[in-house]
């Protein structure tokens, strides 16, 4: 029977390796990997794809808020991710659900509720923190599921077009040509159902602070 393959996603070294510790030492089905970034993640899941879970700190270098979680299920699809955070607030955990997570892990409970959790997600079922309701769907909804359907580039265009760069800029950075990043502007207005780069920047502006106000009110 081939393990079933764990990446952890965090920034702090200590924390990595408790965690692996509390899976690896538990169950000798699960292999568990480490990476510091999304972009060690990135090459650890380019080198092989066969990844039974990721589990994603939502606050580390490189990544605002939703941005990292929006950018992996947009670039790995097949991929179940679950959040593992410090942050607890509901509205935090009902977005990350929203924008496909598979489940939601608080860092401050114990190993058996840790090894519960991943087990429920490794089984293909979604885990939810104990108590935690969800109330019908709010004004905000919308525009999550909006904000799923963006390509990697177009997520990546997005988070630079927050940055204030222009055209050129985003073009230079990802090395592709300006219309080429005419195009994803485009097609990220029409995605978003907003009519200009501003409203997309608002847009971009509440995944980073992991807050949805009112973008869609009137629409």
Same mark, same amino acid.
Request: proline fraction near 4%; hydrophobic fraction near 40%.
């Given at each position: 029977?081939?393990?079933?393959?764990?990446?952890?996603?965090?920034?702090?070294?200590?924390?990595?390796?408790?965690?692996?510790?509390?899976?690896?030492?538990?169950?000798?089905?699960?292999?568990?990997?480490?990476?510091?970034?999304?972009?060690?993640?990135?090459?650890?899941?380019?080198?092989?794809?066969?990844?039974?879970?990721?589990?994603?700190?939502?606050?580390?270098?490189?990544?605002? !808020?939703?941005?990292?979680?929006?950018?992996?299920?947009?670039?790995?699809? %097949?991929?179940?991710?679950?959040?593992?955070?410090?942050?607890?607030?509901?509205?935090?955990?009902?977005?990350?659900?929203?924008? !496909?997570?598979?489940?939601?892990?608080?860092?401050?409970?114990?190993?058996?509720?840790?090894?519960?959790?991943?087990?429920?997600?490794?089984? !293909? @079922?979604?885990?939810?923190? @104990?108590?935690? %309701?969800?109330?019908?769907?709010?004004?905000?909804?919308?525009?999550?599921?909006?904000?799923?359907?963006?390509?990697?580039?177009?997520?990546?265009?997005?988070?630079?077009?927050?940055?204030?760069?222009?055209?050129?800029?985003?073009?230079?950075?990802?090395?592709?040509? @300006?219309?080429?990043?005419?195009?994803?502007?485009?097609?990220?207005?029409?995605?978003?159902?907003?009519?200009?780069?501003?409203?997309?920047?608002?847009?971009?502006?509440?995944?980073?602070?992991?807050?949805?106000? @009112?973008?869609?009110?009137?629409?």
């Amino acid at each position: 029977m081939s393990k079933r393959r764990i990446i952890i996603v965090d920034d702090h070294p200590l924390f990595r390796s408790a965690l692996r510790q509390t899976l690896a030492g538990g169950d000798p089905s699960i292999a568990v990997e480490e990476a510091g970034d999304l972009n060690e993640l990135s090459a650890a899941l380019e080198a092989d794809r066969d990844c039974d879970l990721v589990l994603l700190d939502l606050n580390m270098p490189g990544t605002r !808020g939703f941005s990292g979680l929006l950018l992996l299920r947009a670039q790995y699809p %097949e991929v179940p991710v679950m959040i593992v955070s410090a942050v607890e607030d509901s509205g935090t955990i009902r977005r990350a659900f929203e924008l !496909g997570a598979s489940g939601y892990l608080h860092k401050s409970v114990g190993s058996a509720d840790i090894r519960r959790a991943i087990e429920t997600v490794l089984s !293909g @079922e979604v885990y939810v923190p @104990e108590g935690m %309701e969800f109330p019908a769907e709010d004004s905000q909804s919308q525009l999550m599921r909006r904000l799923a359907t963006l390509t990697p580039q177009q997520v990546r265009v997005l988070m630079m077009l927050s940055d204030g760069l222009m055209n050129k800029q985003i073009a230079y950075e990802l090395s592709i040509s @300006e219309a080429t990043v005419k195009a994803h502007v485009s097609a990220i207005l029409q995605k978003l159902d907003v009519d200009s780069r501003t409203q997309a920047v608002i847009a971009a502006s509440k995944i980073e602070e992991g807050q949805f106000g @009112e973008l869609l009110s009137g629409n």
